[in-house]
Structure formats: structure tokens, C-alpha cells
């Protein structure tokens, strides 16, 4: 599908007709890899037709099966919110949600949760406190023991593998920012992998990578405190387009939650959360990965806003801001990194 195309696509979704319900409005949201309808009660998700380095979305069939897998993988977390998948048809002059006739594109269809319900949200609203970073990351140590685990998801964690996803991260061709932290970055991690080796082989040794959820960032957590559990928690958007970033080290995976707390500003957050979480999972020596995976996660983000902002369908303000946000993540990677080599005795 060529640009005019998701362009006329995302303009005919964009209308009311195009949903049974008939909503009142539609708001789009839109990442690098998809575009969002919120609409009424619902949302309805479609994989942007692009390839990447770790993704293919090129064809109709493979954008249905990854929409597939999307249910699939994030029922483990947020059961009730994942409805199924539906077509996209033609009908009359206009697209649809749903109906019959030949499929022109494939959507996740979704329950539309309160955006005031994320982590993200109640953080920036000051809304979140310790005793409920708590909970989450009991919730999460308790997702990682019963995840799968197996000698195929623990070669995706060899350190030759972290090493591989670690430069993927850090290669961002035609990057037209300054370039010597980032460069400084690739030093420090390359440092800090080495010191890391006999851990992370030992572990990958011992099966302790799971099938985790590979995006645990604070916009994807949502809490409902008035709700009975299981219903208490919601935890969506999951990788499903590549193993290798979803197979990993249980550390490497809550890492992403403990970076954005650190991020926004909230070290006092991140800490109960992490000393919450090691002591659930009965882990004392992941402790020893974390400013590892945590520079790790920052540099994935750095990457992510990247290449968002040279997609034209993104919009111009928010495009604009996305370089001076890659940069502010890869200075924290570095930070986090050279802090933890100084206090090295």
C-alpha cells in the first residue's frame, strides 16, 4: 500500500459510517507500526503496511496474522479487552468495520479504556504511589513465573542475542542529530555487556528467560482499583511482530516499567517498584541487570521516536518533538550506565 493510500484509508475509517454503532466521533492515535480509531465504546487497531528492520507488515496476510497473534499474546494480561479481529470491507462508496465481502484491510478490535486509567496518566497527574507500583509489580513477577519458558525462548537471551538487539538499537542510519552521545552510548554498552556476560550466559543457561510482554512501558498499564481482581489490572499492546524482543530475561522485560518511572522523574517510584518485584520473583541477582536493561529500554525508545518522527502521516508538532525525545533518552541511557561503572568498586 503506497502512502496516498493509507492516507484515503485512515481518512474513510475516520468517519462514523464506517462503525456499526454509528459513534459520534473518531480519534486517531497513531505509533510508527499502527494507527488507532478510538470510537464510541471501542477501538479498532490496523498495522501501518510498512517493513522495518524488525518487522514485516508489507502484506494483507501477514498484517491479519499479526493481528491474530495481537489477541492471542495480550489475552495473557488484559483478557476481557481483546475482543477479536475484524475486516475491514467496502460498502457502498465507503470502508467498514466488520461486514461482508473481500477483506481490504484486518483491524484488532479492542474495548476502549479511560486514558486517565494508565500508569502514564495518574503518574503526570500525580496519582500514583508506592503502594500501587507495589501491586503492579507483584502482578508482573507473578505473569513472568507462570509465562513460558523453554530452550527456544532462552536462546533469544544468549548474550551473543542481547548483544545483536542491543546494536539494533543503537543503529539509527541517518540520524541528523549530534552524534557523540550516541556514540558515547555504543562504548558504554558494549563495556557494560562485557562485565555482564557470566550473568546473563548463566541465566539463558538456566531457562530463565520467559515469553514475556516486551513493552511494559507506562502508557500500557492501566489500573481500575474499584474493580475485583483479576479485572484490577489491564496490560495491553504486547509485541507480537518479533520473538526476539518479547523472549528475554524476566529483568529485561519490567526494566521498560523501570525506566519510565525513572524517566518522568519518579525514582522514588521506581525503587519500591523494584525492590516489590525481585523479591516476588525470589530474584536477589536479576537486581544486578538493571541499569543494563534499563539504559537498554531507553535506547528501544530513542529508536521508536526515530523513526516516528519521519513518518508524514504523523502529526507535524508531535513529529517535531520526537528528535529532542530520542536524544533526552539516550543521554539518560548514558547516564544510567556510566553511574552504575563509577560506583563500581
Known sequence: ???????????????????????????????????????????????????????????????????QEEVRLNRRLAPGVYRGVVPVTRRGDGLFF?????????????????????FLARLRGNRLDAATVRR???????????????????????????VSNARDAL??????????????????MQQSLARARPLLESRAARG??????????????????????????????????DERFRFADPVADAAFTMMDLKFEGRPDLAEPF?????RAADDEEGRGLVPLYV????????????????????PALQRAALPRSA????????AELEQTTHSLP
Open 171 to 188: 543503529d539509527v542510519p541517518g540520524y541528523e542529530g549530534d552524534r557523540t552521545a550516541l556514540e558515547r552510548l555504543r562504548r558504554q
Open 208 to 241: 530463565v528467560p520467559r515469553d514475556g510482554h516486551g513493552d511494559l512501558r507506562l502508557e500500557h498499564i492501566y489500573n481500575f482499583p474499584d474493580k475485583q481482581q483479576p479485572e484490577d489490572w489491564a496490560i495491553v499492546d504486547c509485541i507480537e511482530f
Open 274 to 278: 523494584a525492590e516489590t518485584y525481585f
Open 327 to 334: 536524544a533526552s533518552h539516550w543521554l539518560f541511557a548514558l
Open 1 to 67: 500500500m503506497i502512502a496516498m493510500e493509507l492516507f484515503r484509508l485512515i481518512e474513510e475509517l475516520s468517519r462514523p459510517s464506517a462503525y456499526a454503532d454509528r459513534p459520534a466521533e473518531v480519534r486517531i492515535c497513531q505509533t510508527h507500526i499502527s494507527v488507532v480509531f478510538l470510537a464510541g465504546d471501542f477501538a479498532y487497531k490496523i498495522k501501518k503496511p510498512v517493513a522495518l528492520s524488525f518487522l514485516d507488515f508489507s502484506t494483507l496476510e501477514a498484517r491479519r496474522h499479526f493481528c
Open 136 to 162: 503492579l509489580a507483584r502482578r508482573l513477577a507473578a505473569f513472568h513465573a507462570a509465562a513460558e519458558g523453554s530452550p527456544r525462548i532462552s536462546s533469544f537471551a544468549t548474550f551473543d542475542a542481547i
Open 98 to 118: 466488520g461486514g461482508e465481502g473481500e477483506a481490504v484491510e484486518w483491524a484488532v478490535r479492542m474495548e476502549r479504556l479511560p486514558e486517565e486509567a494508565t
Open 295 to 314: 539504559a537498554y529500554r531507553a535506547a528501544v525508545r530513542a529508536k521508536v521516536e526515530i523513526i516516528q518522527g519521519k513518518e508524514w502521516e504523523i
